[in-house]
C-alpha cells in the first residue's frame, strides 16, 4: 500500500516512508492511497484472538511493506503484560446495558496514547532500516498533556533516535507535568511553552516546514519527524482498538456480528476518533460517530455549521487534554470527504493559517453531519458526570472521559437511540486526581493535600491501586525546567542537539 499527502496527491511512498517522514515537505499529513477491507467474517474470527492478534489482522493491511516478522516484532514488543497490567491491552468495561467504557490508560503513562506510542518507536526504528536511512532521528512532539510523557516513554534511550517535548506552561495538570520534567533517558528533552497547546503545536509546525533549519540538522547528521498524530505511524494503531473493543463485545455476547454500535470519543486534535471513522470505512458496523469536546468547543460548533473558526476565546479546563484549537487531523477526515482533491485541501488549510477559519461546503457539511454528532461539556458539567458516574455504578473516571459520558447523555436524550455504545476513556482517574476528587467531595476536601495524599485518597474512594508509573514520581528529580518562547523552539532544541 503507498502513501499520498493530502496536500499533493501526486506524492506515493510507502509506509516506511510516511512513518519516516511524519509530516510532508508541503504540510500535508499522509494518508493511504485506499483503505483496506476488514470482511464481517474476520471480524468474527476477531473474538477468537488477543489483542496482539487483532494488531497483527488490521496493521498488516496498511504496513504491507513490513515482513511478517518485523511486524510481529514491533507489535510483541509493544503490547506486553508488563507494560500494560493487564493482557486485554485495551478491556471493555459493561456499565450498563447500554454504555461500555473502552479502557485506553492501562499502559504505562496511564493515557490512551500508550496504545499508539508503546509501538510507534519500533515503527520507526524497523522503517529507518527499511529505508536505509543513516541520520539519527530527532523526534519533535507538541503535547497538550497525555502524548509528551507517552512519547517520552516510548523513545527513551531507543538507539537513533532523540525527543524534544514542548508542553505549554500552564496548560496541563500537576501530575503531567512530573510525569515529563522527571523523565530519564539519554535521549530525551523536555521544555514548556509560554503559551497554549496551540501555540506549541505551530513552533512544532514551523520548524518541520524550515528549510533552512532542516539543512542545519542534515549537516549535523539529523533528520525530523514527529510522534503527534499527524505521524501516520501513530494514527494508524489507533485503528485497532475499535476493532478489538467490537471483538470483545462479540465473545462476550453483548452483541451479535453485524450489529451496529456507536463510539463516543473526547477529543480535541481529532486523530482518535478519526482512527474510528477509519474503522467505520474499513468495514466496522458503526451507527453513529459522536464527537464530545470541552468548552474549546471549536469541533462542535464545525460540526455543527461547516464553518471551522479557530478565533475564539481559549479556555484552560480540568480537560486539558482537549485544550485544543487547531485539530490538525481535522484535514485527513476533509481528504477523505474530498475524495483526495488536493487543490481544495490546500485552499482550506491556507485559509485556515491566514485567516484562522474555513467554511465547508454544504454537501461536506451534510457529510459530516450525517457520520457525527456533536457536543461539549463545561467543567461544570465534567464534574457532574464524574460524580453521577461513581454514585450509579461505583466506577470512578477522569475528566475526559466525563465530558465524553455527559455528551452521550446529552445525545441520547435527544435522539431516544439505544444502541449500544462504546465510550472512549483516555486517561486514568490518577492523571487528574484533584479533579476527580474535587468532582466526589468538594473542594475543601483537597485543601492542602499535595498530588501524593491526593492518589492516596483517591485510591482509596475508587477501589483502585495507584498505577506504579504514578506512585514512584514522589521519589523522582525534576530535571528539567527550561521555560521558552514558541520564537524560541527552534534554538531550545539546537540547544539539546549541541548544534547552535
Known amino acids: 500500500m503507498q502513501?499520498?499527502?493530502?496536500?499533493?496527491?501526486?506524492?506515493?511512498?510507502?509506509?516506511?516512508?510516511?512513518?519516516?517522514?511524519?509530516?510532508?515537505?508541503?504540510?500535508?499529513?499522509?494518508?493511504?492511497?485506499?483503505?483496506?477491507?476488514v470482511t464481517s467474517e474476520e471480524i468474527a474470527s476477531f473474538a477468537g484472538m488477543d489483542y496482539r492478534g487483532r494488531a497483527y489482522a488490521i496493521l498488516s493491511k496498511f504496513l504491507t511493506d513490513f515482513t511478517k516478522e518485523e511486524l510481529e516484532n514491533c507489535i510483541n514488543s509493544a503490547y506486553t503484560k508488563a507494560k500494560f497490567e493487564t493482557d486485554n491491552i485495551a478491556p471493555v468495561y459493561k456499565l450498563n446495558?447500554?454504555?461500555?467504557?473502552?479502557?485506553?490508560?492501562?499502559?504505562?503513562?496511564?493515557?490512551?496514547?500508550?496504545?499508539?506510542?508503546?509501538?510507534?518507536?519500533?515503527?520507526?526504528?524497523?522503517?529507518?532500516?527499511?529505508t536505509n536511512?543513516?541520520?539519527?532521528?530527532?523526534?519533535?512532539?507538541?503535547?497538550?498533556?497525555?502524548?509528551?510523557?507517552?512519547?517520552?516513554?516510548?523513545?527513551?534511550?531507543?538507539r537513533g533516535t532523540r525527543i524534544?517535548?514542548?508542553?505549554?506552561?500552564?496548560?496541563?495538570?500537576?501530575?503531567?507535568?512530573?510525569?515529563?520534567?522527571?523523565?530519564?533517558?539519554?535521549?530525551?528533552?523536555?521544555?514548556?511553552?509560554?503559551?497554549?497547546?496551540?501555540d506549541?503545536?505551530?513552533?512544532?509546525?514551523?520548524?518541520?516546514?524550515?528549510?533552512?533549519?532542516?539543512a542545519q540538522l542534515a549537516e549535523n547528521g539529523y533528520k525530523l519527524s514527529s510522534a503527534n498524530s499527524i505521524n501516520w505511524g501513530r494514527l494508524v494503531p489507533q485503528i485497532v482498538y475499535y476493532f478489538s473493543a467490537y471483538a470483545d463485545m462479540l465473545a462476550g455476547n453483548e452483541i451479535k456480528n453485524g450489529d451496529k454500535i456507536n463510539i463516543v470519543v473526547p477529543t480535541g486534535n481529532f486523530g482518535n476518533i478519526l482512527a474510528a471513522y477509519y474503522a467505520k470505512k474499513m468495514g466496522l458496523p458503526v451507527n453513529k460517530f459522536i464527537c464530545a469536546s470541552n468548552k474549546n468547543n471549536v469541533l462542535t460548533d464545525f460540526i455543527k455549521t461547516g464553518e471551522y473558526n479557530k478565533n475564539r476565546d481559549f479556555y484552560t479546563t480540568i480537560s486539558p487534554s482537549m485544550d485544543i484549537l487547531i485539530s490538525s487531523n481535522l484535514e485527513r477526515l476533509l481528504s477523505d470527504l474530498f475524495d483526495g482533491n488536493d487543490e481544495e485541501i490546500s485552499k482550506l488549510m491556507k485559509a485556515l493559517n491566514t485567516e484562522g477559519k474555513y467554511q465547508v461546503p454544504e454537501e461536506i457539511r451534510a457529510k459530516i453531519s450525517d457520520l457525527f454528532y456533536a457536543g461539549c461539556a463545561d467543567d461544570d458539567e465534567t464534574m457532574q458526570a464524574i460524580k453521577a458516574?461513581?454514585?450509579?455504578?461505583?466506577?470512578?473516571?477522569?475528566?475526559?472521559?466525563?465530558?465524553?459520558?455527559?455528551?452521550?447523555?446529552?445525545?441520547?436524550?435527544?435522539?431516544?437511540?439505544?444502541?449500544?455504545?462504546?465510550?472512549?476513556?483516555?486517561?486514568?482517574?490518577?492523571?487528574?486526581?484533584?479533579?476527580?476528587?474535587?468532582?466526589?467531595?468538594?473542594?475543601?476536601?483537597?485543601?492542602?493535600?499535595?498530588?501524593?495524599?491526593?492518589?492516596?485518597?483517591?485510591?482509596?474512594?475508587?477501589?483502585?491501586?495507584?498505577?506504579?508509573?504514578?506512585?514512584?514520581?514522589?521519589?523522582?528529580?525534576?530535571?528539567?525546567?527550561?521555560?521558552?518562547?514558541?520564537?524560541?523552539?527552534?534554538?531550545?532544541?539546537?540547544?539539546f542537539l549541541d548544534i547552535n
Not at 446495558?97 to 493515557?111: F, M, Q, V
Not at 506549541?200 to 532542516?214: L, S
Request: negative net charge.
Open 3 to 37: 502513501y499520498k499527502s493530502t496536500r499533493n496527491s501526486k506524492i506515493s511512498i510507502t509506509s516506511a516512508q510516511a512513518i519516516k517522514q511524519g509530516l510532508s515537505v508541503e504540510g500535508g499529513l499522509f494518508v493511504p492511497e485506499e483503505l483496506p477491507v
Open 97 to 130: 446495558d447500554k454504555e461500555y467504557i473502552l479502557e485506553l490508560w492501562h499502559g504505562p503513562t496511564c493515557a490512551f496514547k500508550d496504545m499508539a506510542l508503546q509501538i510507534l518507536p519500533h515503527l520507526l526504528t524497523t522503517s529507518m532500516k527499511k
Open 389 to 495: 458516574c461513581q454514585e450509579e455504578y461505583g466506577y470512578v473516571i477522569d475528566t475526559h472521559t466525563a465530558v465524553a459520558k455527559s455528551v452521550y447523555a446529552e445525545y441520547a436524550k435527544s435522539t431516544g437511540d439505544k444502541t449500544k455504545t462504546v465510550i472512549a476513556s483516555t486517561a486514568s482517574p490518577f492523571k487528574f486526581n484533584q479533579s476527580v476528587l474535587i468532582a466526589l467531595n468538594g473542594y475543601e476536601f483537597v485543601t492542602g493535600k499535595d498530588e501524593f495524599t491526593l492518589l492516596d485518597e483517591l485510591s482509596d474512594i475508587s477501589g483502585l491501586d495507584i498505577p506504579t508509573s504514578l506512585a514512584d514520581l514522589k521519589n523522582k528529580m525534576r530535571l528539567f525546567n527550561v521555560v521558552c518562547e514558541k520564537e524560541q523552539m527552534s534554538s531550545v532544541v539546537g540547544e
Open 200 to 214: 506549541a503545536q505551530n513552533g512544532v509546525k514551523k520548524i518541520f516546514t524550515d528549510d533552512e533549519y532542516k
Open 164 to 198: 524534544v517535548v514542548f508542553y505549554p506552561e500552564n496548560g496541563v495538570s500537576e501530575i503531567q507535568k512530573l510525569q515529563m520534567v522527571t523523565q530519564e533517558g539519554d535521549n530525551v528533552g523536555v521544555a514548556a511553552v509560554a503559551g497554549n497547546f496551540d
Open 133 to 158: 536511512e543513516e541520520s539519527e532521528v530527532v523526534i519533535l512532539v507538541a503535547t497538550s498533556g497525555d502524548t509528551g510523557k507517552a512519547a517520552l516513554e516510548g523513545f527513551r534511550d531507543v
